[in-house]
């Protein structure tokens, strides 16, 4: 039986694929493979593409896996993927020694080009990484931030002639030492150059949340405004032993907010509830960390459908349905 955590509940409005059932996980992968999570995932040239992280190779003595690489799937109908026979990209493969790892991609189409954004691992702190590709299998990079800033996602289209990303700096000196860390803005006319810098949602304004926040999925639009996922950890220092780590006192999970569809710098809405919250067996006792969902990616159908993916405790990637107009619902005025 999955361990009921009683305090969150996931909101009536979303509904989980299969129970909680992954829609990908390590069987599916035709290489060398353990966790399979944090994708990004948009619709591309008629078809679904997904692009994944995959941590493997663990090392129980340093509570930790070895390597991390980025695949690619592809789907018709955004449940069942068909993973690329090798693996799209890797820190290693870019050859850089000062890039340890790249990982937690984000996947935006903005004029029919394919952008991603994942967090990059390098020796002087970790940093927001925007690229792009137009075959998956080569990738050029446009930007990469200043340490530390990671959880970068781009909107679907310019607002007043320029481009938008949502990041999550973790300023750790200036917030007291500790993790408070807030959901920010940037504009750009060429996604090269980023500034116009402003917060957009606080820590202390998610209810169930006490730690940091951070955007999930790339925005959606609708005609009351953006509608964003996020990301947002409480931690409770009672928590023992959860997962294969011998202690984890975080719980992560997806939340929903509006933004002003002119001026995305401003927040209109937020559900004062989860969207989802750790309940499956998945999302709360078969991982790696438990009680972690992650969104990572969010498509509107043209019935107003949205499928939401989330990784589940770092382990597996998974998929919940809502309807579109029900989330905006959900978001009321700050
Ligand atoms: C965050 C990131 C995510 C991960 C989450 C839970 O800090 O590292 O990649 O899913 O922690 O472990």
């Given at each position: 039986m999955p361990k009921m955590l009683p305090e969150l509940h996931s909101s009536p409005a979303v509904r989980r694929w299969n129970n909680g059932a992954?829609?990908?996980?390590?069987?599916?992968?035709?290489?060398?493979?353990e966790c399979i999570f944090n994708a990004g995932v948009a619709k591309y040239q008629g078809r679904y593409v997904m692009i994944f992280r995959n941590d493997y190779r663990y090392d129980a003595a340093r509570h930790g896996f070895g390597f991390c690489n980025l695949g690619i799937a592809f789907s018709r109908d955004g449940i069942h993927w068909e993973v690329e026979?090798?693996?799209?990209?890797s820190a290693e493969r870019l050859g850089?020694?000062?890039?340890?790892r790249i990982y937690d991609p984000r996947v935006t189409v903005i004029d029919g080009i394919c952008y991603v954004c994942f967090a990059v691992d390098t020796k002087h702190g970790v940093r927001g990484g925007i690229a792009m590709t137009d075959d998956f299998e080569h990738i050029r990079f446009l930007s990469l931030s200043a340490p530390?800033?990671?959880?970068m996602v781009l909107f679907p289209e310019k607002i007043g002639g320029r481009y938008w990303r949502l990041e999550r700096p973790f300023p750790v000196y200036s917030r007291g030492?500790?993790?408070r860390f807030d959901m920010w803005i940037s504009a750009s006319p060429d996604l090269r150059y980023w500034g116009d810098t402003d917060l957009?949602?606080?820590?202390?304004?998610?209810?169930?949340?006490?730690d940091k926040i951070g955007p999930g999925a790339p925005p959606v639009k609708t005609g009351k405004g953006w509608l964003v996922l996020f990301h947002a950890v409480d931690r409770d220092?009672?928590?023992?032993?959860?997962?294969?780590?011998?202690?984890w006192q975080k719980r992560y999970c997806a939340g929903v907010m509006l933004l002003d569809?002119?001026?995305?710098?401003?927040?209109i809405g937020l559900s004062r509830e989860p969207l989802l919250a750790p309940e499956t067996a998945w999302e709360?006792?078969?991982?790696?960390?438990?009680n972690t969902i992650f969104p990572g990616g969010l498509i509107a159908e043209d019935s107003g459908e949205l499928k939401i993916y989330y990784g589940a405790s770092d382990t597996v990637e998974c998929l919940a349905f809502a309807d579109i107009n029900e989330l905006v619902e959900l978001c009321k005025p700050l």
């Open positions: 992954p829609v990908l996980s390590k069987e599916h992968i035709p290489y060398e493979a026979k090798r693996p799209f990209f850089d020694p000062e890039i340890t530390d800033n990671r959880n030492g500790v993790d957009v949602l606080a820590v202390e304004d998610v209810p169930w949340a006490n220092r009672s928590r023992g032993k959860n997962g294969w780590e011998p202690v569809l002119e001026n995305p710098a401003k927040t709360c006792d078969e991982g790696f960390r438990t």
